[in-house]
């Protein structure tokens, strides 16, 4: 039989250097691909993502592997870039990241990928997947998976009413699971991937931490090994997320206002760049420090307050709109919910209101923001989640 | 990873000699005094300095005060370039330096031809009543092709004394960027004819970020770097003297070895070009193979990807380089292989190879082994 063709997306960086290389050790055939995304044109200097390139393919030649570069630009800068520039005009604070494995890796990259010849793809990212290819993942073990697992979409819901065909055409959706490593899990940006795109997906180094991955990509003399991590938005690059937005709204400056008091504080150079919960960069004097406690974009002021208790801080009814599952609906009960990449779990109830999802969280939780996302898992299973109204 | 690298990308930066290391260590601890300062021992450093610019301009046959020290070929040529206000002709395959630079002023870029070699013709036709210079470069960085830079000299010349006929004021310079090909060229100023030559030191053995800019006493040059008047106020700053130095000494190694090694590196040059086009009749070789320099070689391997081979002959311990470094930052086919209109395919396969004084006879064989046995398996996994 033929080797199941793999196209691996390779960033340069360490993570999907080894992702890559585990890969081609477990037999696959393999292809590395650099996903060419959009960068802002800074005229006179080098492209951001040349490095990075010469990385990749520099690892994928080590490897014996095929190399080819994606060019995903256009639809990048339309479905991620002018997401994030969209919603920060209207006052929330996107996740850029997100929309990216929604719309570029696990759709653009996925098709692609395909339309190439490739059986399967896979990335770097830490998480788990079950479908057909993955076979033993020791560290979950609920029978409830397993049968999720081969009784296909629907599985993980009550409501069972599928059409045959669906069904028959939709075998074995994938189940995304939270990663080994539980302060590298990355299933918070993974959310908004489609079940489907999920049985031709591999996560090779899920199962792994970050200093196992480091450890392994060491042994194997992959010259990314000791790579920093990617810091931040990837296209903004060296450019700050300010200098980045002031080239694509135009910002007006406006008051910041006590939010008890209702006193003019002090100014600040655009409301578009002010965070629920931000206590730096307010030009407020006086010693005691502010925190972002609201906006008003029509009205292009900033709200604040001292207190770090502030009720509008500090939240334990959240609705969530633009809900997506990855599997199936979910019944109404209770589960756990990341409100941040790298949060803690956090238990809550949740319950439907029409399409939107209404979570009532244990304890209340700090900084809950408008446009962010909150993800929602049962035990290891990530279900999917929503965004923040 | 493998520690001694066959290196074969002098055209990119050079090793400084270790007689240039030599006479440049003094200048960092026991005498590093700034030679503005009035007592001896700063004075005599001033005249070291001094005495090593005097070297630098003997060797091009100009004279001290004709040199301005930079740091290095880049800065010499904004200076060129920032010192005129009139229409400028550059040819299509010089350095982004110069070309980014002629953008900035009223310019005409003229094309080379399929060898890669500027047509003196295409020169005089693009010049203009308005035209105040053209620059291009001895020998150009990827292709290693010599320019007929004495010719258009003669066409500056004449365009000179037609301009003192007819009354037109506008001066007329020809600056030459002859960074590349200094240890295997003549760049005695006034048998190339130049009104203005760039030197770079990083590429003949001597150390990086020094550079000079000679200027013919006639020509006019704007300050680039305001300050304390250094190099008669055109670049102000404290003066690099170690750097000096080791550049003059650096020079005076690439002019006195200059003929035996233009010899030596054009033996293993071929040497490694017959054998590449034995064993893979189907490369291309890219530039005129009669004018260009001794250690350079263009060669490509067509179906083959050049970036791909390159790290694999990384791995091997071989370094080469794909075109010219800033057309492989870019992942685009770099502007002088568009130039010479080469294919993709072709221009995809190429490699640079640059022979300099780290290659001898033993590991250009062996590299040359490498390079052949790493390709033919490229090929073979290409097959399947």
């Given at each position: 039989?033929?080797?199941?063709?793999?196209?691996?997306?390779?960033?340069?960086?360490?993570?999907?250097?080894?992702?890559?290389?585990?890969?081609?050790?477990?037999?696959?055939?393999?292809?590395?691909?650099?996903?060419?995304?959009?960068?802002?044109?800074?005229?006179?200097?080098?492209?951001?993502?040349?490095?990075?390139?010469?990385?990749?393919?520099?690892?994928?030649?080590?490897?014996?592997?095929?190399?080819?570069?994606?060019?995903?630009?256009?639809?990048?800068?339309?479905?991620?870039?002018?997401?994030?520039?969209?919603?920060?005009?209207?006052?929330?604070?996107?996740?850029?990241?997100?929309?990216?494995?929604?719309?570029?890796?696990?759709?653009?990259?996925?098709?692609?990928?395909?339309?190439?010849?490739?059986?399967?793809?896979?990335?770097?990212?830490?998480?788990?997947?079950?479908?057909?290819?993955?076979?033993?993942?020791?560290?979950?073990?609920?029978?409830?998976?397993?049968?999720?697992?081969?009784?296909?979409?629907?599985?993980?819901?009550?409501?069972?009413?599928?059409?045959?065909?669906?069904?028959?055409?939709?075998?074995?959706?994938?189940?995304?699971?939270?990663?080994?490593?539980?302060?590298?899990?990355?299933?918070?940006?993974?959310?908004?991937?489609?079940?489907?795109?999920?049985?031709?997906?591999?996560?090779?180094?899920?199962?792994?931490?970050?200093?196992?991955?480091?450890?392994?990509?060491?042994?194997?003399?992959?010259?990314?090994?000791?790579?920093?991590?990617?810091?931040?938005?990837?296209?903004?690059?060296?450019?700050?997320?300010?200098?980045?937005?002031?080239?694509?709204?135009?910002?007006?400056?406006?008051?910041?206002?006590?939010?008890?008091?209702?006193?003019?504080?002090?100014?600040?150079?655009?409301?578009?760049?002010?965070?629920?919960?931000?206590?730096?960069?307010?030009?407020?004097?006086?010693?005691?420090?502010?925190?972002?406690?609201?906006?008003?974009?029509?009205?292009?002021?900033?709200?604040?307050?001292?207190?770090?208790?502030?009720?509008?801080?500090?939240?334990?009814?959240?609705?969530?709109?633009?809900?997506?599952?990855?599997?199936?609906?979910?019944?109404?009960?209770?589960?756990?919910?990341?409100?941040?990449?790298?949060?803690?779990?956090?238990?809550?109830?949740?319950?439907?209101?029409?399409?939107?999802?209404?979570?009532?969280?244990?304890?209340?939780?700090?900084?809950?923001?408008?446009?962010?996302?909150?993800?929602?898992?049962?035990?290891?299973?990530?279900?999917?989640?929503?965004?923040?109204? | 990873?493998?520690?001694?690298?066959?290196?074969?990308?002098?055209?990119?930066?050079?090793?400084?000699?270790?007689?240039?290391?030599?006479v440049m260590l003094p200048y960092f601890s026991g005498l590093f005094y700034n030679p503005s300062s009035p007592y001896f021992p700063a004075v005599q450093v001033r005249r070291d300095y001094d005495n090593a610019k005097k070297?630098?301009?003997?060797?091009?046959?100009?004279?001290q005060?004709?040199?301005?020290i930079?740091?290095?070929?880049?800065?010499?040529?904004?200076?060129?370039?920032?010192?005129?206000?009139?229409?400028?002709?550059?040819?299509?395959?010089?350095?982004?330096?110069?070309?980014?630079?002629?953008?900035?002023?009223?310019?005409?870029?003229?094309?080379?031809?399929?060898?890669?070699?500027?047509?003196?013709?295409?020169?005089?036709?693009?010049?203009?009543?308005?035209?105040?210079?053209?620059?291009?470069?001895?020998?150009?960085?990827?292709?290693?092709?010599?320019?007929?830079?004495?010719?258009?000299?003669?066409?500056?010349?004449?365009?000179?004394?037609?301009?003192?006929?007819?009354?037109?004021?506008?001066?007329?310079?020809?600056?030459?960027?002859?960074?590349?090909?200094?240890?295997?060229?003549?760049?005695?100023?006034?048998?190339?004819?130049?009104?203005?030559?760039?030197?770079?030191?990083?590429?003949?053995?001597?150390?990086?970020?020094?550079?000079?800019?000679?200027?013919?006493?006639?020509?006019?040059?704007?300050?680039?770097?305001?300050g304390g008047g250094q190099e008669r106020g055109?670049?102000s700053g404290t003066e690099n003297v170690a750097g000096v130095i080791?550049?003059a000494?650096?020079?005076?190694?690439?002019?006195?070895?200059?003929?035996?090694?233009?010899?030596?590196?054009?033996?293993?040059?071929?040497?490694?070009?017959?054998?590449?086009?034995?064993?893979?009749?189907?490369?291309?070789?890219?530039?005129?193979?009669?004018?260009?320099?001794?250690?350079?070689?263009?060669?490509?391997?067509?179906?083959?990807?050049?970036?791909?081979?390159?790290?694999?002959?990384?791995?091997?311990?071989?370094?080469?380089?794909?075109?010219?470094?800033?057309?492989?930052?870019?992942?685009?086919?770099?502007?002088?292989?568009?130039?010479?209109?080469?294919?993709?395919?072709?221009?995809?396969?190429?490699?640079?190879?640059?022979?300099?004084?780290?290659?001898?006879?033993?590991?250009?064989?062996?590299?040359?082994?490498?390079?052949?046995?790493?390709?033919?398996?490229?090929?073979?996994?290409?097959?399947?």
């Amino acid at each position: 039989m033929a080797k199941t063709k793999v196209y691996v997306g390779m960033s340069g960086g360490v993570d999907s250097s080894l992702a890559a290389s585990l890969l081609v050790e477990q037999g696959y055939d393999v292809t590395g691909v650099y996903m060419k995304n959009w960068s802002q044109d800074l005229p006179g200097m080098k492209c951001p993502w040349a490095d990075d390139l010469a990385d990749a393919k520099r690892v994928a030649v080590r490897l014996g592997i095929d190399f080819k570069v994606f060019d995903f630009e256009k639809g990048y800068k339309q479905k991620v870039v002018d997401y994030m520039i969209d919603e920060y005009k209207l006052g929330r604070t996107p996740n850029p990241d997100i929309m990216c494995n929604q719309e570029v890796k696990f759709k653009l990259f996925l098709d692609a990928a395909l339309a190439d010849g490739a059986d399967m793809i896979a990335t770097g990212h830490y998480a788990m997947v079950l479908n057909e290819k993955t076979e033993k993942l020791q560290s979950v073990s609920s029978e409830r998976l397993r049968a999720a697992f081969d009784k296909g979409p629907g599985a993980l819901s009550n409501s069972g009413c599928r059409c045959p065909e669906e069904a028959a055409s939709n075998l074995s959706a994938g189940v995304l699971l939270r990663a080994v490593d539980d302060n590298k899990d990355q299933t918070y940006f993974l959310y908004r991937v489609t079940g489907k795109a999920l049985t031709k997906t591999l996560f090779p180094i899920g199962e792994f931490t970050k200093p196992q991955v480091r450890k392994m990509a060491e042994n194997r003399n992959l010259v990314t090994a000791a790579k920093k991590d990617s810091q931040g938005i990837c296209f903004v690059g060296q450019v700050g997320i300010r200098e980045f937005l002031s080239g694509y709204v135009d910002l007006k400056s406006g008051d910041i206002i006590d939010k008890k008091t209702g006193k003019v504080l002090g100014r600040h150079d655009g409301a578009i760049f002010y965070t629920l919960g931000q206590r730096h960069g307010l030009d407020v004097g006086g010693g005691l420090p502010y925190y972002v406690v609201g906006k008003d974009m029509a009205k292009n002021e900033v709200y604040v307050a001292s207190d770090l208790n502030h009720d509008s801080l500090w939240l334990d009814n959240v609705d969530l709109a633009e809900v997506h599952w990855i599997n199936d609906k979910p019944q109404v009960g209770d589960y756990q919910v990341r409100l941040r990449h790298r949060a803690p779990l956090v238990n809550a109830q949740l319950t439907f209101s029409g399409n939107d999802v209404k979570l009532k969280l244990a304890d209340p939780q700090r900084v809950i923001t408008p446009g962010q996302s909150v993800v929602i898992y049962d035990d290891q299973i990530c279900l999917g989640g929503g965004i923040v109204i | 990873m493998i520690k001694n690298f066959i290196y074969l990308d002098h055209a990119a930066a050079t090793p400084v000699d270790r007689r240039v290391f030599d006479v440049m260590l003094p200048y960092f601890s026991g005498l590093f005094y700034n030679p503005s300062s009035p007592y001896f021992p700063a004075v005599q450093v001033r005249r070291d300095y001094d005495n090593a610019k005097k070297t630098l301009a003997n060797l091009i046959g100009g004279k001290q005060d004709e040199i301005i020290i930079t740091a290095g070929a880049t800065e010499s040529i904004n200076l060129v370039f920032n010192s005129v206000s009139g229409h400028v002709v550059v040819s299509n395959i010089e350095h982004h330096a110069v070309l980014n630079c002629a953008k900035k002023c009223p310019h005409t870029i003229v094309l080379v031809d399929g060898r890669g070699i500027i047509q003196v013709e295409v020169i005089a036709a693009a010049i203009t009543p308005k035209t105040q210079l053209i620059s291009v470069a001895l020998a150009n960085n990827e292709l290693g092709t010599i320019q007929p830079v004495r010719d258009i000299a003669e066409i500056v010349k004449k365009e000179r004394m037609d301009r003192l006929k007819n009354g037109n004021k506008m001066p007329i310079y020809l600056h030459v960027d002859a960074s590349q090909g200094v240890g295997q060229l003549n760049v005695n100023v006034a048998r190339l004819g130049a009104d203005l030559l760039t030197l770079n030191s990083g590429k003949i053995y001597g150390p990086k970020q020094v550079g000079l800019l000679w200027a013919a006493s006639f020509v006019k040059l704007n300050p680039q770097i305001i300050g304390g008047g250094q190099e008669r106020g055109i670049r102000s700053g404290t003066e690099n003297v170690a750097g000096v130095i080791g550049f003059a000494k650096a020079l005076e190694l690439a002019v006195d070895h200059q003929s035996f090694e233009q010899k030596r590196l054009a033996t293993l040059r071929d040497y490694m070009q017959n054998n590449l086009i034995k064993a893979f009749p189907e490369a291309v070789i890219s530039g005129s193979q009669k004018n260009r320099l001794a250690g350079h070689l263009h060669i490509s391997f067509p179906g083959i990807d050049g970036e791909r081979l390159l790290f694999i002959l990384e791995d091997r311990g071989v370094l080469v380089a794909t075109g010219s470094a800033c057309a492989a930052n870019k992942g685009t086919k770099s502007h002088v292989l568009e130039a010479i209109s080469i294919s993709d395919e072709i221009a995809n396969g190429s490699i640079r190879i640059t022979l300099g004084c780290l290659s001898n006879e033993k590991n250009t064989r062996q590299a040359c082994k490498i390079i052949i046995s790493e390709l033919k398996k490229e090929y073979e996994r290409l097959r399947k």
